[in-house]
């Protein structure tokens, strides 16, 4: 991808964020007046809507993460061949973070 | 393309420029913007992992993740969880106006909607603060 590309990627995942994250923390903290318990967490997940923003927003939040060190990671002066572990590395972190938090939607 | 152009490697930055946005001398307002988005960047991905962590305790079972919220009632980490707050408003706010910024918007005007950014993002933590405490 050209650097062009990427920043635009970053923009548009970090806008989608905004209102991905300000739903989670408000549902999340804000709503039920503190932390929610374990059972209040499997009825907010029951709703099928609700497993969609959630898991968009899993999805969104490790992308813009992870492209964001790999942007701060290419600053440093590397090789072409050092960027490339980089980021087959951080590809690997993501797809494996996602996969953890899918699996853990399927134990609620 | 011939072989010797094809293993040339990417242009680098030249070695100064690399470490140069750790640096704390001659920032200007937009200097310390980046600066300040980038380590909060830094810190909410830091987050993110610890957060996905502690979850691990919802798939052992209600018990298991009782227990984690009773540690979590305590006041140290209500008042790390109000700068997290701070760190995600600044973050955000800061990020539009960056978005801004790259398409052109109120270039002009950058200096003055970074405090925009900062006191907005500074008035919301404080909300925060008192919803929670
Ligand atoms: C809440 C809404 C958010 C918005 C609007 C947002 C916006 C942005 C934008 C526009 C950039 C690119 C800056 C630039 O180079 O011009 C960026 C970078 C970054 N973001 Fe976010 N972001 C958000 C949330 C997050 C979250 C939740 C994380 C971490 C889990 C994060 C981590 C990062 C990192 C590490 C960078 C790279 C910083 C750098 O290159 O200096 N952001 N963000
Ligand atoms: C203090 C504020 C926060 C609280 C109380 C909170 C609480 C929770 C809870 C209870 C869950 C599990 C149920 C669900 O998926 O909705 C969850 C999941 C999640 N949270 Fe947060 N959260 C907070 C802040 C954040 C922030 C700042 C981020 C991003 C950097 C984040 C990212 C996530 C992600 C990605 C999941 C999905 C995990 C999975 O796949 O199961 N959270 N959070």
Not at chain 2, 5 to 15: I, Q, V
Request: overall charge positive.
């Amino acid at each position: 991808m050209r650097p062009k590309t990427q920043w635009l990627w970053q923009a548009f995942s970090g806008l989608l964020l905004v209102f991905l994250l300000a739903l989670h923390l408000t549902v999340n903290h804000f709503a039920a007046g503190g932390l929610l318990t374990y059972e209040d967490i499997v009825a907010y997940l029951a709703q099928p809507w609700v497993r969609v923003l959630e898991t968009l927003f899993l999805l969104t939040v490790t992308y813009h993460a992870l492209a964001g060190v790999r942007g701060i990671l290419l600053d440093l002066n590397l090789t072409t061949a050092a960027a490339r572990r980089v980021t087959l590395g951080l590809t690997v972190l993501g797809v494996l973070i996602c996969a953890y938090g899918l699996w853990l939607f399927t134990t609620l | 393309m011939n072989a010797e152009e094809y293993r040339r490697p990417a242009p680098r930055l030249p070695a100064p420029q690399a470490k140069e946005w750790l640096a704390f001398s001659k920032r200007g307002v937009g200097g310390w913007a980046f600066l300040l988005h980038r380590l909060t960047g830094l810190v909410l991905v830091f987050y993110l992992f610890l957060h996905l962590a502690v979850l691990s305790a919802l798939a052992r079972g209600p018990q298991a993740y009782q227990a984690m919220l009773a540690f979590m009632d305590s006041p140290l980490i209500v008042a790390l969880e109000v700068g997290l707050i701070a760190t995600i408003a600044f973050h955000a706010l800061n990020g539009i106006r960056l978005v801004l910024m790259g398409f052109g918007v109120g270039v002009r005007a950058h200096k003055a909607l970074f405090w925009v950014a900062f006191v907005l993002a500074a008035g919301l933590t404080a909300l925060a603060a008192l919803a929670m405490f």
